[in-house]
């Protein structure tokens, strides 16, 4: 059994700091388990560009206010508290936050810990370790 709260995590190599957004990653690669799992801020008014090419990702808000954007035509949804979205299209989109959003990430394949996104919105496709 894994047990591990969000204090575990602040402070350590797995609070990661992009630009827009800090993931704190809560279950990582080497827990076995098959995806990841992040608890992630947007940082209010920032405008993000994502293209999980290697990865499937379902993101749950519980706090905050802002909208995704799938590229190159829309459409846009507002996200707020009790909203999810699933890429299981590898969607490259804009994530925008009107207000700081709180959202818990899952990946899969899972993350190994320190990725960040490159210039396109991507993390690196996952090692065959």
Same mark, same amino acid.
């Given at each position: 059994m894994i047990v591990k709260t969000?204090?575990?995590v602040l402070g350590t190599e797995h609070e990661v700091k992009g630009g827009n957004?800090?993931?704190r990653r809560l279950l990582l690669k080497d827990a076995g388990m098959g995806f990841s799992m992040h608890d @992630? %801020?947007?940082?209010?008014?920032?405008?993000?560009?994502i293209w999980y090419q290697n990865h499937l990702e379902a993101v749950y808000c519980?706090?905050?206010?802002g909208e995704i954007e799938v590229l190159p035509?829309?459409?846009t949804y507002a996200i707020e508290p009790g @909203? %999810?979205?699933a890429l299981d299209g590898h969607e490259k989109h804009l994530l925008r936050a009107e207000q700081e959003m709180?959202?818990?990430c899952v990946f899969n394949p899972p993350l190994s810990g320190l990725e960040v996104h490159d210039e396109n919105g991507v993390y690196p496709a996952p090692s065959a370790e």
């Amino acid at each position: 059994m894994i047990v591990k709260t969000l204090d575990d995590v602040l402070g350590t190599e797995h609070e990661v700091k992009g630009g827009n957004w800090t993931s704190r990653r809560l279950l990582l690669k080497d827990a076995g388990m098959g995806f990841s799992m992040h608890d @992630t %801020l947007i940082h209010t008014g920032t405008e993000t560009l994502i293209w999980y090419q290697n990865h499937l990702e379902a993101v749950y808000c519980i706090a905050g206010k802002g909208e995704i954007e799938v590229l190159p035509n829309g459409p846009t949804y507002a996200i707020e508290p009790g @909203t %999810l979205y699933a890429l299981d299209g590898h969607e490259k989109h804009l994530l925008r936050a009107e207000q700081e959003m709180r959202m818990i990430c899952v990946f899969n394949p899972p993350l190994s810990g320190l990725e960040v996104h490159d210039e396109n919105g991507v993390y690196p496709a996952p090692s065959a370790e």
